[in-house]
C-alpha cells in the first residue's frame, strides 16, 4: 500500500470562491498519488448549523436560515463552475436532505443525537465542492464519506474512536483507491456500529486527519491555518510572538492541552505515539516554512504564552472538619465529569480544593445536594487564566502588575498559572 500523506484544510481556507482556487493551486504542485486531503464545513456554517438546529428543537421556523445558508454554498460555486454543472445540483440535493433529516428526525432521542444528524451536512456539502472543482482542473480524485471510515461508540458531539474498527474500515475503503488516486473526505463525522452519523467534538477535522494518519500509517499530517505557523503567544494579545521554526510533540501537547488553539487537543497524541510528523502551514503562504511537529528534544525553550478568559475559579470548603485529609477529589472531578465541566487547574489544601473551570452555564443551580452536604462552595467569575510554559521570572512580575488581584498562583520549574481579574468581579456565595 502507497504509504499516505494526509492533508487538513479548515473552514477558513474555503471561506469563498477565491480561496477554494488557493487550495487548487496549493495542491498543484503536490498533487500525488497517496494523498488524502480532509476538509471541514465552509466558512462559518457550522455555526449557522447550530443556530437552525437549536431553532429546529425550539420548534420555530428555520426556512429562511436554511435558505441563506444554501444560497452561500451556491454562491460559492457560481464564480468556479459553468452554469448547468452538476455541482448546482448536488448542492440542491444535499440541502433536500438537510431539510428532511431536520423535519424527520427524531428529537426525542435526544437533543445530542439530532445535533449530530444535522451538523455534518456542512462538511458533506463542503467536500462534494472541492473534489468537483479540484477535478475540473485536472486533478482527478476520488470523494469518500467519512462515516465509512471513522468508527466511533455512540457518545453524540463527543464520540470515542474504536481505532481497531477504524483501521480495518480505512485500509478496507481507501487501501485500493490511494493507490490510484487521491481522496477527498471529510472531518469531524464517523459513525456508530449502528452507521447512525456520530461527530468527534467542535473543531474536530484536526483530530480526524490524525485518526486517519494512523490507522494509514501516513509519512506525515499537514494542517493549512491562516496563521504562518505556531506561535509562542497570541499575535492579537502579543504583537511580537514568536513562530517557532520546529517544536517537541510534548511541548505542543501542553500548548493544547492548557488552551492554545492552532491544533485540537486531541490531534497530537496519536500521532506522537506513532511518531507521524505533523506540519502547520499557511494556506495564504504556502511556500513559507511553517511549524513542524514531532520528536525534538532539543527543541528551543522559548516562553509560550496561553490566555483563557471567561473562566470561573470554584473554591469547596470542607464543611465537617473531622474529615480533613480526606480531600474529596473523586466526587469534584466525578461532579465536573457529570456536568461536563472543563477543568484546566486544580489546587488543594487540608481542607480546600480549588478548581479552574470555563464558565458553565447558571453554575450557582447546577450543584447536587450531596456536595452542598459536605462542602461550603463559593464562586469567583469573570477571571483569566493565564499559563506560560518555560516561564521567565520578570513575566510573572509583569501579570503581577497588571492584575487587580491574583486569585491563585501555580508554578513548576516549567510552568506558571495565575488566575487573576483585571476587573472588579463579583462573588457569589452557594452555601
Given amino acids: ?30 498533487w500525488k498519488n497517496g494523498l488524502v486531503i480532509v476538509v471541514s464545513a465552509a466558512g462559518d456554517t457550522t455555526d449557522h448549523l447550530e443556530e437552525i438546529i437549536q431553532r429546529a428543537i425550539d420548534n420555530l421556523g428555520f426556512s429562511e436560515q436554511l435558505s441563506q445558508l444554501e444560497d452561500f454554498h451556491l454562491n460559492l460555486c457560481r464564480p468556479l463552475f459553468e452554469e448547468g454543472h452538476s455541482i448546482f445540483q448536488q448542492v440542491s440535493n ?35 465542492i472541492l473534489q468537483e472543482l479540484l477535478c475540473q482542473n485536472g486533478h482527478y480524485c476520488v470523494w469518500q464519506d467519512a462515516r465509512e471510515l471513522i468508527a466511533t461508540d455512540s457518545n453524540y458531539k463527543m464520540a470515542k474512536v474504536d481505532w481497531v474498527l477504524t483501521m480495518q474500515r480505512c485500509r478496507k475503503h481507501l487501501a485500493d483507491k490511494l493507490e490510484t488516486f ?20 467542535r473543531e474536530g477535522s484536526d483530530f480526524t486527519a ?20 505556531i506561535l509562542n503567544g497570541d499575535p492579537d494579545l502579543f504583537p511580537d510572538a514568536v513562530k517557532f521554526k520546529y517544536l517537541d510533540f510534548e511541548e505542543a501537547a501542553e500548548m493544547t492541552y492548557f488552551g492554545a488553539k492552532v491544533i485540537h487537543p486531541k490531534t497530537i497524541k496519536p500521532l506522537a505515539k506513532q511518531r507521524i510528523p505533523l506540519y502547520v502551514k499557511s494556506f495564504i503562504d504556502p511556500e513559507s516554512s511553517g511549524t513542524v511537529i514531532g520528536n525534538f528534544k532539543d527543541d528551543p525553550k522559548i516562553p509560550i504564552t496561553v490566555i483563557r478568559k471567561n473562566q470561573v475559579l470554584a473554591s469547596f470548603r470542607i464543611k465537617d472538619l473531622s474529615k480533613v ?62 499559563t506560560i510554559r518555560n516561564y521567565l521570572p520578570t513575566q510573572e512580575k509583569i501579570y503581577e502588575s497588571k492584575a487587580e488581584k491574583i486569585y491563585l498562583a501555580q508554578k513548576s520549574p516549567h510552568t506558571l498559572q495565575l488566575v487573576l481579574s483585571m476587573k472588579t468581579t463579583g462573588k457569589s ?3
Fill in 94 to 128: 444535499e440541502f433536500t436532505k438537510l431539510k428532511r433529516t431536520l423535519d424527520n428526525e427524531k428529537k426525542q432521542e435526544g437533543n445530542a443525537y439530532f445535533y449530530d444528524q444535522v451538523i455534518g451536512y456542512g462538511e458533506l456539502i463542503s467536500t462534494r
Fill in 429 to 431: 456565595t452557594v452555601s
Fill in 182 to 201: 487521491p481522496v477527498v473526505t471529510q472531518g469531524f463525522i464517523g459513525s456508530d456500529w449502528q452507521g447512525t452519523t456520530t461527530t468527534l467534538g
Fill in 210 to 229: 490524525a485518526i486517519l494518519a494512523v490507522s494509514l500509517g501516513a509519512k506525515s499530517v499537514t494542517i493549512w491555518k491562516d496563521v504562518a505557523g
Fill in 325 to 386: 485529609g480526606g480531600f474529596h477529589f473523586e466526587e469534584l472531578f466525578n461532579l465536573g465529569k457529570k456536568l461536563n465541566w472543563n477543568v484546566h487547574l486544580t489546587q488543594g489544601s487540608a481542607v480546600t480544593v480549588k478548581m479552574v473551570i470555563d464558565r458553565p452555564d447558571q453554575v450557582s443551580n447546577v450543584l447536587p445536594k450531596s456536595i452542598l452536604e459536605i462542602f461550603h462552595v463559593e464562586w469567583e467569575e469573570e477571571l483569566t487564566l493565564v
Fill in 1 to 30: 500500500m502507497v504509504q499516505p500523506f494526509i492533508f487538513k484544510f479548515g473552514g477558513a481556507s474555503i471561506k469563498d470562491s477565491t480561496s477554494l482556487i488557493r487550495i487548487v493551486d496549493i495542491l498543484k504542485s503536490r
